[in-house]
T-cell receptor, first 113, second 111 residues
Framework: DSGVTQTPKHLITATGQRVTLRCSPRSGDLSVYWYQQSLDQGLQFLIQYYNGEERAKGNILERFSAQQFPDLHSELNLSSLELGDSALYFC????????????FGPGTRLTVT | LAKTTQPISMDSYEGQEVNITCSHNNIATNDYITWYQQFPSQGPRFIIQGYKTKVTNEVASLFIPADRKSSTLSLPRVSLSDTAVYYCLVGAQTGANNLFFGTGTRLTVIP
């Protein structure tokens, strides 16, 4: 158990819809990272927040957005969903902002039908 | 961001030592090398990190030659439960620039 929690575990929704994925980092960790992993694909970094501020941006689509709240939990919002957005979405946290020793959550499996 | 190259897949028999090499020819002076392990449908797990020479923990060893243009993750006496994808990441301590996981090396341990 990494100490990072993600909800929900599974999500099934239709194209065009909007969903919110939630992540709670390990106690004391200030950074939260979001990744997308499609079937048989590598991990694609989406975005990082550090202590409430956006720190780095990766291959995040304009339809996707994220935020980190004062209690350090984070939410990833996915809108106008397409079939290709079906994937595992992982959240990770680390104590600092440089992303070295990241601790990953169990992931949210999103299926868009 | 230093690009890394790893073998796509490797097979090994149970009980053998496995060495997975990662090439990172354009590693920068302040870059560290980090390895993660990922099982199917699970998030990656941090294994080991190093800067130079050799680092060892209870799970693995990491060998880094003097020129630091490559690194080797060594897993002693693998078991079936070591079957996973292994990722090598290279990046600096400052800034979030070591977040490229690539496709990793898929290790299959055979009984």
């Amino acid at each position: 158990d990494s100490g990072v929690t993600q909800t929900p575990k599974h999500l099934i929704t239709a194209t065009g819809q909007r969903v919110t994925l939630r992540c709670s980092p390990r106690s004391g960790d200030l950074s939260v990272y979001w990744y997308q992993q499609s079937l048989d694909q590598g991990l694609q970094f989406l975005i990082q927040y550090y202590n409430g501020e956006e720190r780095a941006k990766g291959n995040i689509l304009e339809r996707f957005s994220a935020q980190q709240f004062p209690d350090l939990h984070s939410e990833l919002n996915l809108s106008s969903l397409e079939l290709g957005d079906s994937a595992l979405y992982f959240c990770a946290s680390s104590a600092s902002g440089h992303g070295y020793e990241q601790y990953f959550g169990p992931g949210t499996r999103l299926t868009v039908t | 961001l230093a690009k890394t190259t790893q073998p796509i897949s490797m097979d090994s028999y149970e009980g053998q030592e496995v060495n997975i090499t990662c090439s990172h020819n354009n590693i920068a002076t302040n870059d560290y090398i980090t390895w993660y392990q990922q099982f199917p449908s699970q998030g990656p797990r941090f294994i080991i990190q190093g800067y130079k020479t050799k680092v060892t923990n209870e799970v693995a060893s990491l060998f880094i030659p003097a020129d630091r243009k490559s690194s080797t993750l060594s897993l002693p006496r693998v078991s079936l439960s070591d079957t996973a994808v292994y990722y090598c990441l290279v990046g600096a301590q400052t800034g979030a620039n070591n977040l490229f996981f690539g496709t990793g090396t898929r290790l299959t341990v055979i009984p």
